[in-house]
């Protein structure tokens, strides 16, 4: 499993018992400090510190962001149990976390985001439960997209499955299953989880080339406007 691939690095964070950062996909988002605790394939535990014990409860979906050896990784879970810890100090629950995904070392390219300008002429729906609706695409990842949604669509959950169907002019036709990661007012975050495998990002090889394109004609738009000013 991928957590048993990572074992090493998540063994060496217990051992150091290293600091992480967890993200509720709720409504808000809620972020909290945690420190990892024990690791047991596919679950990991961590010691929590929170005000509010009633916002860590399981089944919620949330991120898990540490880093190690100067790199970030990633990935996804869902909360299997919380409970106070009275042998900690403070306020602290220890919650023990089903990893959903494979913890990913986030590489400067698959975090990279490509900004999209509305003069690309790219269509773009987003599939959530039986509402199809149009959206703007904002930026493009390996791992992800921001979209612009109008002002009028009822909210979409934190976490929530949808479908991402993307037309790019002169360029590929891409749907792409994503989770709602977060809000705010009409935009939306989301994250490609499918293409988190075995530890690495492995997106679909229609979305890695629609990216090298966008990417080049991002640099070259950069370097014309550099030499515009000179």
Known sequence: MAVEQSSPVLSECVRLQKTAQLVLFSDPPTAFAARFVHVSAPSLTFDVTIANPADLQPPQLCSIVFAH????????????????????????????????????????????????????????????????????LLNLSLLGALIQVPASTPPLALGMQTRLLMNFRGGADLDIEALIRRRADSQYGLFFHHFLRDGEVQPSPQLRKQFTDLERQWLQTRRTGAAGKK
């Open 69 to 136: 050896d100067n790199q970030r990784h990633f990935s996804v879970g869902r909360v299997r149990s919380a409970e106070i810890n009275f042998e900690a100090a403070g306020d602290r629950m220890r919650a023990q976390i089903d990893v959903l995904q494979a913890m990913n070392p986030l590489d400067g390219r698959s975090a990279f985001r490509i900004p999209i300008s509305p003069e690309a002429g790219t269509k773009t729906r987003l599939i959530a439960g039986e509402r199809e609706i149009s959206a703007e």
